[in-house]
């Protein structure tokens, strides 16, 4: 494929702008999106290949970005494990949430393309339509991000449960997330022989432990994930970015670069250049602007850009918020930034 700009600075090379996409792309910001999504229900869009197409194209078609992410959701991979998931307004519903050894045993790693088939042809037919323009990102949730949402049932607030689970029951905290580790690294491994060009590991809920428990519990099995997928066959024959995602990850910042990953996503709640010199130069950075910046007018969107790319330097960064872009975002003040971020990075390659 062709050497993309977002893949040479997930490898550190020297590039003539600063990338920029966004973690979930698609959503309800869009117009476009709202359309599609007003004929068919969530789980319909994530297992519709032409209707995950459809909305995966549309940020790049529209805003421009330089690499597009697979429309999908980080808990498609629980009900093959034998966990079932709602997708109500207010967010994902599990009937029967993980709290015993017991029920962790009956869980089971899924053979990806047997069991999640419509994620692998989804892959294929976005690959078929970019036409190469960009490069397409999949991903996966990182095995403690995914252990909350099964122990706590959906979203929470405390994490009781889950922390019930981790300080209370070890034992099947480690349990349930190796299966979740293995499962994760067959998922990635799959999406990227179906031509994914790099892989992106979600821990949305990892910054929710102290220091000492991010080395026990995230870090260690986001690192188990990437061991495996590197050690895979799809990974050796392509050798695609990682990229490893904590969303609340300034407390860990010197044990962040020991996860493997090829780049580190950074949330807004810490400065980028403070990453940069707690981790070193051996990874990329993506980040960091905080999506509720979007509100703001366009010339202060531009201020805080040109910040963080001052912040970040010129080598190994790619543009990014800090989270997903927020339903409320006007699409018009994600032009703007997509503007700004090509305009102020425009330097030569050295």
Partial sequence: MADHLFLRACRREPVERTPIWMMRQAGRY?????????????????????????????????????????????????????????FPESGPKIATPIRTHAAIEKLHVPDPEAELPYVMASIRLIKQALADRVPLIGFAGAPLTMLTYAVEGGGSKDYAHTKRMLYGAPESAHALLDKLARTCAVYLEAQIAAGADAVQLFDSWGGIVSPGDFREYPLRYAKRVIE??????????????????????????????????????????????EVRR?????????????????????????????????????????????????????????????????????????
């Avoid at 963080?308 to 003040?333: K, M, Q, S, W």
């Fill in 30 to 86: 869009l117009p476009s999106y709202r359309e599609v999504r007003a004929r068919a229900s969530f789980l319909d869009l994530c297992r519709t290949p032409e209707l995950a197409c459809e909305v995966t194209l549309q940020p790049i078609d529209q805003l421009g970005f330089d690499a597009a992410i697979l429309f999908s959701d980080i808990l498609i991979t629980l009900p093959p494990m034998g966990l079932e998931v709602a």
């Fill in 228 to 273: 495996l997928l590197r050690a895979s066959p799809a990974y050796a024959a392509r050798k695609v970015p990682i990229i490893y995602f904590v969303n609340g990850c300034a407390p860990y910042l010197d044990d962040y670069a020991s996860s493997g990953a090829d780049v580190l996503g950074v949330d807004w709640r810490v400065g980028i250049d």
């Fill in 278 to 350: 707690r981790v070193g130069d051996g990874v990329a950075l993506q980040g960091n602007l905080d999506p509720g910046a979007l509100f703001a007018p366009p010339s202060e969107i531009r201020t805080r850009v040109a910040d963080i790319l001052a912040r970040a330097g010129t080598r190994g960064h790619i543009f990014n918020l800090g989270h997903g872009v927020l339903p409320e975002t006007d699409p018009e003040h994600v032009r703007a930034m997509v503007t700004a971020v090509r305009e102020l990075s425009s330097t030569p390659a050295s």
